[in-house]
């Protein structure tokens, strides 16, 4: 799994705190390795196996095959004499070293080629593997591979006190703050602007209805021109009237 840098200085400083909280307390860790550091869900890191003691120097070396913990074991502790803080925080570089190369500091094809590397070898500056470590961080690292104790860092809170000075470097500093142009190929979005505004087409309103005049008085048979024609229904006295000139006109004759 690759570490980001973030995640080395976190891991780092709480390894450090741990160990230094141990010395506190006259405790040393006597197999320190990368299974021994989990990180819970939350980001708080564990360091565990403080219970075991120089028994797992002795069982490395008659350990058949190559044992993971003699990769990072100290110079001192190797050669069997009494170790102390520094030597764990030599053992925690190794471990940090691997996080930020993804290779071993001291490697060998057998457990006496990995003891003489660590006896005798220094390995390449992180930066060096990793173009992405800032050198200030690879210093750090070195500093803690250190082959002579005095060398090294002798309490975990001065290892913190370089690493955050990692964080202002002025390398990273000015990383972070890069800006980066676009591309030549691209343009920045040009916005349009609006087309004016146009009025709506003027629509002629309808002339207003003329008012008609009051019709004049219109004569009763004039309105009733249209009307069916009326009956006039016989009088009743003219069929008197009939027979009696009939009447009239047979006595003449």
Not at 11 to 21: K, N, S, T, Y
Request: net charge neutral; hydrophobic share 40%.
């Amino acid at each position: 799994e690759v570490f980001s840098i973030w995640d080395v200085q976190d891991i780092a400083r709480q390894g450090c705190q741990g160990l230094d909280h141990a010395r506190v307390n006259k405790v040393l860790h006597y197999s320190l390795e990368p299974a021994k550091i989990m990180v819970q869900w939350d980001g708080i890191v564990k360091m565990l196996g403080f219970g075991v003691s120089m028994m797992g120097v002795f069982a490395a070396e008659i350990c058949p095959e190559t044992p993971k913990i003699l990769h990072y074991m100290s110079p001192e502790q190797l050669e069997g004499a009494p170790i102390d803080s520094s030597s764990n925080l030599f053992s925690l570089g190794a471990i940090l070293y691997e996080m930020v190369t993804q290779r071993k500091a001291f490697d060998g094809a057998d457990a006496n080629e990995v003891r003489q590397s660590v006896l005798e070898s220094t390995p390449a500056p992180p930066s060096d593997i990793n173009s992405k470590i800032d050198t200030a961080l690879s210093d750090v690292i070195m500093r803690a591979l250190s082959k002579d104790p005095a060398g090294r860092y002798q309490t975990g809170q001065e290892l913190i006190n370089d690493l955050e000075k990692c964080k202002n470097s002025p390398i990273k500093s000015a990383a972070a703050h890069k800006t980066v142009p676009l591309p030549a190929t691209i343009k920045a979005p040009q916005i349009s602007k609006p087309a004016a505004t146009v009025a709506p087409p003027t629509v002629a309103k309808p002339p207003a209805p003329k008012s008609i005049p009051a019709a004049a008085s219109i004569p009763a048979a004039s309105m009733n021109a249209g009307a069916a024609p009326a009956v006039q229904k016989p009088k009743a006295d003219q069929p008197a009237q009939n027979k009696a000139s009939a009447a009239s006109a047979g006595a003449g004759a």
